[in-house]
């Protein structure tokens, strides 16, 4: 690689990156290359997103990882939505379980429910 190496990267340094620029209310960072850093699958959720078209927000998450990031990195798989989608979306069951499972802060267990008197 000309610029770098894909090993500078890893899921704490993208999700520091990503949380610094845009500020996510959710965020999950998932190394799929085997943790050599040339992969990654990353779910963004956040309200700035809204009105924001999707190829928008794909170069928002380009811009906060920077440059050397488009060089090192050789897959970068990026889901970008807000709230409202990211709830539609979750309770649909469109997310890899890989994903909802590094979501941080991570999915609260249902709680159970109590019968008011």
């Not at 690689?1 to 704490?12: H, Q």
């Not at 989608?85 to 109590?114: I, N």
Request: charged residues 20%.
């Amino acid at each position: 690689m000309a610029a770098g190496t894909a090993s500078e990267w890893s899921e704490s340094r993208v999700r520091g990156l990503v949380t610094e620029k845009l500020t996510p209310t959710r965020l999950a960072v998932v190394d799929d290359s085997g943790g050599c850093g040339a992969s990654f699958s990353v779910l963004i959720v956040s309200d700035a997103f809204k009105g924001v078209p999707i190829m928008q927000r794909q170069r928002l998450v380009h811009d906060a990882l920077g440059a050397k990031a488009m060089t090192d990195i050789h897959a970068l798989s990026i889901k970008a939505v807000t709230g409202e989608q990211f709830d539609k979306r979750l309770a649909e069951g469109k997310f890899a379980a890989a994903l909802v499972a590094a979501l941080v802060p991570p999915m609260a267990a249902a709680a159970p429910t109590e019968a008011v008197a």
